[in-house]
């Protein structure tokens, strides 16, 4: 059967308007556009209920030249009762456009995007919408970004996860829909192999990595440039770094020899805390540790099943150990959201807590199957991640 493209002229237009003012614009001239040749960009895979994201919208004509529509160009949303919604968009003046999506539907949320009444490609999309409960595993397919036993995990400024894979000598970047991106390896540059057992990023962006092989703090820009190293002098058997947003210092917690070690960002130690025992400010075996915004520092105290909190001048504060109907086994690492809730990984699950410790649920279930949770961490939009050592992954839940 043959079919035939509808006709198009290749028509230019001039088009004054008052509403160009803003724009130091007499007019434009638009230009006729193939729907299949125009993009969108920053489409999601999943969108948490609640959640919004800005999508770019590029019309092109039929040899891809950016180029101002005549065309209409409208966007619209799928309701929960089924009904299509219009949805505004911001025009650009250039060929752009720029729309806001906000999730408000269960399961799958479907956005159109038409000009002229056809389709642009990809058009209607379909975007995941979870619930609660376990929704996303990275690390997984067999690529550059397969994991080999992750341990420490963190989240940057762009949303990705900032894992460090122990077994594999690096410390791994994905994207928050599980993209493999980049890693960072330090080949020959330092006396023994690298090999990352936890990772912290600071304001400025800057990562601190923790070097089990050569007992160091190593910090690189998000490229993966070395930008000095220290704590040789003083670190012995690392496990977990923070970073204290009140004083701006560096954490580092030492697993066989009891104590908290405490840094400038530049490098400078200051001091150490803890000894080997069961009382206050006493250790068996401090695990990935974190600070809330108001500089307090969350402890696992992996023997002792319990976390200490102290303040930024090093002082005891509180313990916890209550999971509501039972108490932490062997909590291994501990996350805190902007809103300072608690999180804390130990055997085979994940709970939450406010910021005195009272247990408020459990972020997993047992139908999730985790194994070996380690390293935790919060993303800006509420997903809990959480590295799950024996199965070589990252699993990440919506509470």
């Known amino acids: 059967m043959e079919t035939k493209p509808p006709i198009s002229n290749n028509i230019a237009e001039f088009h004054p308007g008052s509403d160009l003012a803003a724009h130091a614009l007499m007019g434009v001239i638009k230009s006729d556009v193939c729907p299949s040749k125009c993009t969108v960009e920053n489409i999601p895979k999943q969108l948490l209920k609640g959640e919004s994201v800005k999508l770019l919208i590029t019309t092109r004509d039929s040899r891809g030249k950016q180029v101002i529509p005549r065309q209409d160009l409208t966007v619209k949303s799928i309701n929960p009762d089924a009904s299509w919604e219009d949805i505004d968009v911001t025009d650009n003046y250039n060929g752009t456009f720029q729309v806001m999506i906000v999730e408000k539907m269960v399961e799958t949320h479907q956005v159109a995007i038409t000009i002229g009444n056809q389709h642009i490609p990809g058009s209607p999309f379909n975007i995941s919408v979870p619930t609660r409960g376990w929704v996303q595993t990275v690390g997984k397919v067999a690529t550059d970004g397969k994991f080999g036993y992750p341990w420490g995990l963190s989240n940057n400024k762009h949303g990705d ?5 122990t077994g594999k000598h690096r410390v791994t970047i994905h994207d928050r829909d599980g993209n493999y991106k980049q890693s960072f390896r330090f080949t020959d540059q330092f006396a023994k192999r690298f090999s990352p057992c936890d990772v912290a990023i600071s304001d400025d962006n800057e990562y ?3 070097d089990d092989s050569n007992k160091q703090v190593v910090v690189s820009d998000e490229n993966g440039k070395m930008i000095r190293k220290f704590g ?12 204290n947003p009140v004083n701006k210092n560096v954490y580092v917690s030492e697993y066989e020899i009891d104590c908290i070690r405490e840094y400038t960002q530049g490098g400078v130690y200051i001091n150490s805390y803890g000894k080997s025992g069961r009382e206050q400010r006493e250790f068996n075996g401090p695990y ?4 809330n915004s108001k500089g307090l520092v969350y402890v696992p105290d992996h023997f002792n099943h319990r976390i200490q909190v102290f303040n930024s001048d090093d002082q005891y504060m509180f313990e916890f150990s209550s999971t509501g109907d039972s108490t932490l086994s062997y909590p291994k690492a501990v996350a805190i959201d902007k809103k300072d809730y608690v999180y804390v990984s130990s055997d085979h699950k994940v709970t939450k807590h406010d910021g005195y410790g009272q247990f408020i649920c459990r972020i997993d279930s047992e139908k999730d199957r985790l ?4 390293g935790v961490a919060v993303s800006l939009d509420g997903r809990i991640a959480v590295v799950d050592n024996n199965s070589d992954c990252i699993k990440v839940f919506v509470e």
């Open 208 to 210: 601190y990595m923790l």
């Open 371 to 374: 194994s070996d949770p380690c």
């Open 288 to 291: 990935m540790l974190a600070t």
């Open 161 to 165: 996860f900032v894992t460090a894979d």
């Open 232 to 243: 040789s002098s003083e670190i012995d058997n690392p496990c977990g770094i923070a970073i």
